[in-house]
């Protein structure tokens, strides 16, 4: 993460701690007085209360909204047991486990305000730290959208250019849908390149990105009807099946990528109006090629994620420019399925062949699923 991610990312874990610490020091102070007057009704009935709206607080944090992008941050901030649901299972267990000791619980919930509190107190610090050198937030203007991609180290060895390699890519899975929804295939912005594993952010007109983001969706979709032939394969290997068995049960599921790819390709390029039909069958084949180098990335660890920020309403009586609304739209699409993406968690081991050029250092990439 660079130093302009990690302004914002402060910030934001700013306003979810502020509102967690009331919420926690009232719980704690609670109980503490409960545990000091056990035979004082009032003070028991208030645990509940306060206890039920510290969990509706946690439930809705901020970072029960973040994608698992964002997430990959703040692990590497190893803040995440002091936020929203970790945070919530951490209290719970203090009341599970004490329950009929309420000094004790007392006791574990002064430890978690002192943790949250240090948590805070260095926010602060960061925050003013970043002031001092001028360094800004990195934050999207109005209407703009980026895409991110996480290539996991592994995937490359580590090496520069097989990792050149997976961004030239990446530029190639993003291509055909540039030049349908543009009509060229333009060079791609790169915002910010970040984080300790190899994450790259880049500049998409809104309508690409809203049909990129379609497409990622899909891709994840078709893994959802797969799952249960991820786990299969992975129960059958430990029983020491024959592998033919299991290498069986791994080409249905490239069969049900392919087959699903193709039927959203056709879907897509029904959307658009192209009269040059030479031309349409060529992205036609570029873009089920490109899903499927997307689809067996999925598969072998990258993330990608997708980020906007609205467009505001004209104001009454106020006239906007040519295209404004079409622009609008595509930006709170991308705003919609970045929501849905974060429910997505592949699990298992990977079942499609890893092309080339996430495999092989240096190697290009005509890789698809075979």
Do not use: C
Not at 13 to 34: C, F, K, P, Y
Not at 115 to 130: C, K, P, T, V, W
Not at 353 to 367: F, N
Request: avoid cysteine; glycine fraction near 6%; hydrophobic fraction near 45%.
């Amino acid at each position: 993460m660079n130093a302009e991610r990690l302004h914002t990312a402060a910030k934001a874990l700013v306003a979810e701690t502020d509102g967690t610490a009331g919420h926690l020091q009232e719980l704690r102070s609670a109980v503490r007085q409960a545990a000091n007057n056990p035979g004082d009704g009032a003070s028991q009935q208030q645990v509940a209360p306060l206890r039920d709206a510290l969990f509706k607080w946690l439930d809705r944090a901020p970072s029960e909204e973040m994608t698992a992008l964002e997430r990959e941050a703040l692990k590497e901030l190893n803040v995440e047991p002091l936020l929203g649901n970790q945070l919530r299972k951490r209290v719970e267990t203090v009341f599970r486990r004490n329950g009929v000791t309420p000094s004790m619980a007392a006791d574990e919930l002064d430890e978690l305000v002192a943790a949250l509190e240090e948590l805070r107190g260095s926010l602060g610090y960061l925050i003013q730290a970043f002031a001092y050198f001028s360094i800004g937030a990195d934050t999207l203007e109005a209407g703009e959208v980026e895409v991110s991609v996480l290539v996991p180290r592994g995937a490359v060895h580590e090496g520069l250019a097989a990792l050149g390699q997976e961004f030239i890519s990446i530029k190639k899975i993003i291509d055909p849908f540039s030049e349908l929804l543009t009509g060229s295939r333009d060079d791609v912005t790169v915002r910010t390149i970040a984080s300790s594993e190899f994450e790259i952010f880049v500049a998409l007109a809104p309508v690409v990105a809203a049909h990129f983001a379609k497409a990622v969706e899909t891709v994840l979709n078709i893994y959802e009807k797969v799952h249960s032939i991820r786990k299969a394969s992975e129960e059958l290997e430990k029983t020491g099946v024959e592998p033919s068995v299991v290498a069986l049960l791994q080409e249905q599921a490239k069969t049900i990528t392919r087959n699903e790819i193709n039927v959203f390709v056709e879907n897509l390029l029904g959307e658009i109006q192209m009269d040059d039909e030479a031309r349409r069958n060529e992205l036609r084949i570029d873009l089920a090629k490109q899903l499927v180098e997307l689809a067996t990335r999925l598969d072998h660890g990258y993330k990608v994620d997708l980020n906007a920020a609205a467009l505001p309403l004209p104001a009454a009586g106020e006239s906007e420019p040519s295209g404004r609304p079409a622009q609008r739209a595509a930006v709170e699409e991308v705003i919609s399925a970045r929501g849905r993406l974060k429910a997505f968690k592949l699990t298992g081991k990977p079942i499609l062949a890893l092309p080339e050029s996430a495999s092989s250092e240096g190697q290009a990439s005509e890789g698809e699923v075979s």
